[in-house]
């Protein structure tokens, strides 16, 4: 019997690669070529799956040129390149790769966080220049992080691991702001305390963004809400680019609206605003959050085991669109 075909749209593992090929006839991309979105629908024409990263859009008018397409496997928790419901009236499954990314991310969630409050980047990059010459009682004075009070939004699993980084590790108190408020159970175990979006951007010194981008996410935060802020607080993204309006915060930042910014993720990435690369308080990483070898194979791993468990065994671990199985 010959096997099922996919597509493995961008470089991966070498092993995972050889898990995939010992079930499928696989086309594999370790060149890392960037398919345009033509070059993806042309090489999806006779496959049964893809192996996507983030960087591949899967809409309806691909889906109407791919008729052999049964899965779509992500390997990232997001998956806003999906049109779930384009593809959910295709038939096609959805999955992504939760879970095991949820603690390296809220690891870096953090270290974000401090390098923003602390001004790690900004006073390593004015030492490289050579402008380090004495000491003085406020050189790149910083915000407390410990003791502080730590504002999330989005309190899914990985704002979740944020939140008990920051109560526990650095006596924080944590609020946090979310579609739904968490189970009593949940909130104790992180420590932390529902409130309104408002009440949480005025008294928080610190905001974390862990919320999935939507239209409705989009521009979360903007002018209006970054006026709300404390002028002495700190913003973290490390969700979606488009979750803030990047062109308003720098706008903040330049005018010292709010002290400083952390960003891991960017409107259109990986181009990043301009301004946002002039004004000096503010931590660029290009989006790293989910980056240790360790958890990247576990994702990738993860993904296939979707393709894998789909269209081998009818089985996929975590399926985006379960209404295509009931089907
Ligand atoms: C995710 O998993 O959604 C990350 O943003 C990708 O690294």
Known sequence: MSKPKILVARAIFPETLERLSAHFEVEANQADTLFTPDELKARLADKQGVFTTGSERIDAGLLAAC????????????????DVEAMTARGVLGTNAPDVLTETTADFGFA??????????????????????????DMFAGTE?????????????????????????????????????????????????YVGKEELLRSADHVVLVVPYSAASHHTIGAPELGLMKPTATLINIARGGIVDDAALAVALRERRIAAAGLDVFEGEPKVHPDLLTVPNVVLTPH?????????????????DNLIG??????????????????
Not at 112 to 137: F, P
Not at 289 to 303: D, E, G, H, I, V
Not at 310 to 327: D, E, F, Q, S, W
């Open 67 to 82: 008729p052999a397409l049964k899965i779509c496997a992500n390997m990232a928790v997001g998956f806003n390149n999906f």
């Open 112 to 137: 974000l966080l401090m390098a923003t409050a602390r001004r790690v980047t900004e006073s390593e990059h004015y030492l490289r220049r050579g402008e380090w010459t004495r000491w003085s009682y």
């Open 145 to 193: 992080v410990h003791g502080s009070t730590l504002g999330i939004i989005g309190m899914g699993r990985i704002g979740q691991g944020i939140a008990r980084r920051g109560a526990f590790g650095f006596g924080m108190d944590v609020i946090y702001h979310n579609r739904s408020r968490l189970s009593p159970e949940l909130e104790a175990d992180c420590k932390a305390r």
């Open 288 to 304: 790293i959050a989910s980056a240790t070898l360790k958890t990247r194979l576990a994702m990738a791993n993860l993904a296939a």
């Open 310 to 327: 789909y269209l081998v065994h009818g089985k996929p671990l975590t399926p985006l669109n379960p209404a295509v199985l009931a089907a």
